[in-house]
């Protein structure tokens, strides 16, 4: 299978596995005033025992800062097919990354958590920055991140 039809079948499974099965839900990620240069976050989701299930979104086009994004680097080898596709501009201190997504219902009151790993050139890593149970009752509640993050939140 070609690398890209690769990424877009796992992205595809966590996104959209039916269009009968999946919901559109915002993701809202507000930056603190590190006063840095912008931050590579990697979005993605393990399941209840831990294991990697698909990446979501990389924020940040550059390849060669990935393996900063510590547990998501381990997560996948470093394999960037992961992101192919899901990738956009990396994220200026105190802006906001706004993306809407089409997940899969399945992802939701099932033990899923979501993940975001943080990395600024010349500061700190922050893996695991951001993790939150993916439920329809966390929706909307923003949950304050470890360094990078001001907060997050997913809306459905």
């Given at each position: 299978?070609?690398?890209l039809?690769?990424?877009?079948?796992?992205?595809t499974?966590l996104t959209?596995?039916?269009?009968?099965?999946a919901?559109?839900?915002?993701l809202?990620?507000?930056?603190?005033?590190?006063?840095g240069?912008?931050?590579?976050?990697?979005?993605?989701v393990?399941d209840?025992?831990?294991k990697?299930?698909?990446?979501?979104?990389m924020?940040?086009?550059?390849?060669k800062?990935?393996?900063?994004l510590?547990?998501?680097?381990?997560?996948?080898?470093g394999?960037?097919?992961?992101v192919?596709g899901i990738?956009?501009?990396?994220?200026?201190?105190?802006?906001?990354?706004?993306i809407?997504?089409?997940?899969a219902?399945?992802?939701?009151?099932?033990g899923?958590?979501?993940?975001?790993?943080?990395?600024?050139?010349?500061?700190r890593?922050?893996p695991?920055?951001?993790?939150v149970?993916?439920t329809?009752?966390?929706a909307g509640?923003?949950?304050?991140?470890r360094?990078?993050v001001?907060?997050f939140?997913?809306g459905?």
């Open positions: 299978m070609k690398p039809l690769a990424a877009l079948s796992l992205t499974a959209v596995p039916s269009l009968a099965m919901r559109p839900v915002t809202t990620t507000t930056l603190n005033n590190y006063g240069d912008g931050a590579y976050l990697a979005l993605y393990r209840s025992s831990g990697y299930a698909g990446s979501l979104w924020a940040g086009r550059k390849s800062y990935y393996q900063h510590t547990d998501w680097y381990r997560a996948t080898n394999d960037n097919v992961q192919n990738t956009g501009a990396s994220i200026g201190t105190g802006r906001t990354l706004k809407t997504l089409d997940l219902d399945a992802l939701f009151d099932a899923y958590t979501l993940h975001i790993d943080a990395a600024v050139e010349n500061m890593e922050s695991n920055e951001v993790a149970a993916l329809t009752a966390g509640k923003p949950v304050k991140g360094r990078y001001a907060n939140s997913y459905m």
